[in-house]
């Protein structure tokens, strides 16, 4: 069971509240996501553009844009290459929409995940040799590849490496000594001594200040290329960055972009996955439009998505958007199948004793490892990985929690492996079969996790009873999205709520609906996303099968619970309602 915490920072909230007209509890929210001093409030609540780090304070990108305007010059021809998730075909796109409209003679190509496996690999770099490439630009990886950029080079290719992945090293005696690619250019905010003061951009932001650097240097007005703002948007929270510093105004300002967008392909993925364009928000790009686009990397090729962004014409959009909404609806089911077959292996063998998960399904499309492994992450907070057997090897992808670097702990057995990278919530691996168990072994000897580092932390902002919210609190919450990683929704906790009646709806059957009335007697609609069979479990143990069943049929019981919820105003046929969605309860 979860650990309810209440987050009771200190601040002067009332006169923070007086200086940027807002009420006090939004000045609590904001010092509880530890947005501290005057500067740094203002920022979060009031930055723009104009308020974005300059690209050229990062190491090498004087080099990379100086390289690129002599190519552009020359009329040499430039290739693109990119990643096949959200992050790498947004990327592309911005590189190579930025570099057509300065006028260079640039292509794009995006790795297969199936056949060629992520990033920059020798194929690649032969295709571009055989099509008289000669300058290589990457995005969203390549910080990895220093033997394929060796390769590269030594075929008298020209290559720059744009990157947002962390540097791989090698220790020894406590010292790092990071691998960093012979590339003629390498821009990357995590290089050890870059002075960029934000560390947290994605491919795509990265891709998009080399664009405003290489405008800039060319002479050219970089607003122009303001609009490729939405695709940095959609890579961002499609990426999970953290919502925080430039990132924060990345999405803001590329969501009212995104609502009045010219892109008709995006237009026409909006539509088709009817998300509401006027109220559009960071959650629609998480679980709705970004999910499609991935799904084309996944069991396709990810250079349908880019087609699909660079289309043009509004009847081929249409049926683009519509493909990639059927594909992502086919990843749907294999997923849930592939959850299943995981959670079996898990729970009928000695897996389940491991402090670190590593389930292997041999059977399973390499492509919906990572989301697998992040549903299995949430069932048993626990890091996993999930492995497949892919053309050449075993491949996976990981996925992790707070208190553990996954990137860091793959170091410690680097020597297993045939390639990996990653972050510290989640990573990327292949190696041969016969390693899969040796990996799990080392894995789990080197994890120190504790007991407690296992429990999932729930932080409260504050306890407040139901009867205190209200529409103009709820419709104050806007300041403070969008929503997201390390910018989470306000969570509040109240107790003694009874319920009163229960009910499960959706096409599916995986929402339910309460009805609650609080301590003092006040009625609300409450709705719950969660494991319903779990939730049912819990009713039936705590106050017994007659109580539930009562309370399916709406008459009086005696089931009584704690929760951690969240306010949203719900929207239906143009009425609004108070909601409250149940995060977690007991």
Known sequence: M???????????????????????????????????????????????????????????????????????????????????????????????????SLGALVDTDIPDRMKDGYGLNQMLIDRALEDGVDTIITCDNGIAAASEIAYGKAQGMTIIVTDHHEVPYLEAGGEKEYLIPGADAVVNPHLP??????????????????????????????????????????????????????????????????KRTQNEGLKALMECTQV?????????????????????????????????????????????????????DSRKEMTEKGVGQAVEQIETTDLKEDRVLVVYLPDCHESIAGIIAGRLKEKYYKPVFVLTQGEHGVKGSGRSIESYHMFEEMCKCSELFTKFGGHPMAAGLSLPQENVEPFRQKINEYASLTDDDLVPKIHIDVP?????????????????????????????????????????????????RLSLIS??????????????????????????????????????NNIVLSVV?????????????????????K
């Open 2 to 100: 979860e650990k309810w915490f209440v987050s009771m920072k200190k601040a002067d909230f009332t006169q923070i509240a007086e200086k940027y007209h807002i009420s006090p509890i939004i000045a609590r929210l904001i010092r509880n996501r530890d947005i501290l001093g005057d500067q740094n409030i203002d920022y979060y609540l009031n930055g723009t553009i104009a308020d974005l780090h300059d690209g050229m304070l990062m190491k090498n990108m004087d080099t990379a844009v100086e390289i690129l305007e002599e190519k552009i010059r020359e009329g040499e021809k430039i290739r693109v290459i990119g990643d096949y998730d959200i992050d790498g075909v947004n990327a592309t796109y911005i590189l190579k929409t930025g570099l057509e």
């Open 519 to 556: 301590s003092y007697g006040t009625p609300i609609n409450a709705i719950y996303f969660g494991d319903i069979e779990s939730f049912f479990d819990y009713i039936r143990q705590r106050f017994g099968s007659d109580a539930l069943e009562a309370a399916q049929r709406g008459r009086f």
């Open 464 to 512: 407040m009873p139901v009867d205190y919210v209200s529409m103009r609190l709820v419709s104050e919450f806007s300041v403070l999205a969008p929503f997201g990683k390390d910018n989470p929704k306000p969570v509040f906790a109240d107790k003694n709520l009874r319920v009163s009646r229960m009910w499960v709806v959706g096409k599916n059957n995986n929402v339910l």
């Open 565 to 585: 919820y969240s306010p949203k105003i719900n929207v239906f046929r143009e009425n609004e309602s108070l909601q409250f969605e149940i995060q977690y309860y």
């Open 276 to 328: 509401p364009t006027e109220r559009l928000s960071a959650y629609h790009i998480g679980f709705v439009i970004g999910p499609c686009i991935n799904a084309s990397g996944r069991l396709d090729t990810a250079k349908r998505a880019l087609e699909l962004l660079e289309v043009k014409n509004r009847r081929e959009a249409v049926m683009m958007a519509e493909d990639l909404k059927a594909l992502n």
């Open 193 to 258: 001594g870059d002075p960029y003061p934000f560390k947290g951009l994605c491919g795509a932001a990265v891709a998009y200040k080399v664009v405003e650097a290489l405008y800039n240097v060319m002479g050219q007005d970089a607003d122009d290329v303001d609009f490729l703002m939405e695709n940095v948007a959609i890579a961002t929270v499609g990426d999970v960055m953290d919502l925080v510093d430039e990132n924060r105004i990345f999405v803001k300002q590329g969501l009212e972009m995104l």
